[in-house]
C-alpha cells in the first residue's frame, strides 16, 4: 500500500507533495511521487532532474519511505497517476489544484477530472497556500 502524489514543480505540485507525505505518516506507508512533467526543451530537462533531487533529499530527510519516478512521455499525466495507483494498489492519490477564473471554475481541469473520475482509490485535491 501507498499514497501515489502527482508533482510538478510548482506551488501547487509542493503543496501536493507537502500533504502526501504528511498523509504518509498518519497511514504509516510509503509514498510514490510521479513526475509526468513535459518541459519544452534540454534545459528543462536538466532542471526538472535537480528538481527530483530536492524532492528525494526532503524526503530521506523527513525519514519517509519514498520512490520517485519520473515518467516518460507518453501518456497524459492522469493516466500516469491513474496506472501507478493500480500498480501499488494506493490507499490514496494526491494532487494539486490551481487557481481557475470564474468560467474555469465550472471546468475543473481535463487532467484532475479523469483522475476524480478513474481513479481506483480516494483522491485528495489540495491547493497551494494562499490559494481561495
Known sequence: MAVVVGYVPTAEGRAALGQAAEECRLRNTRLVVVNSYRGAGAGDAAKE?????????????????????????????????????????ADMIVIGLRRRSPVGKLILGSNAQRILLDAPCPVLAVKAEGES
Open 49 to 89: 532532474d535537480d528538481e527530483l533531487a530536492a524532492v528525494r533529499d526532503r524526503l530521506e530527510r523527513e525519514g519517509l519511505e519514498h520512490e520517485v519516478r519520473k515518467l516518460v512521455p507518453g501518456l497524459e499525466p492522469a493516466e500516469d497517476l491513474i496506472a501507478v495507483a493500480e500498480e501499488v494498489s
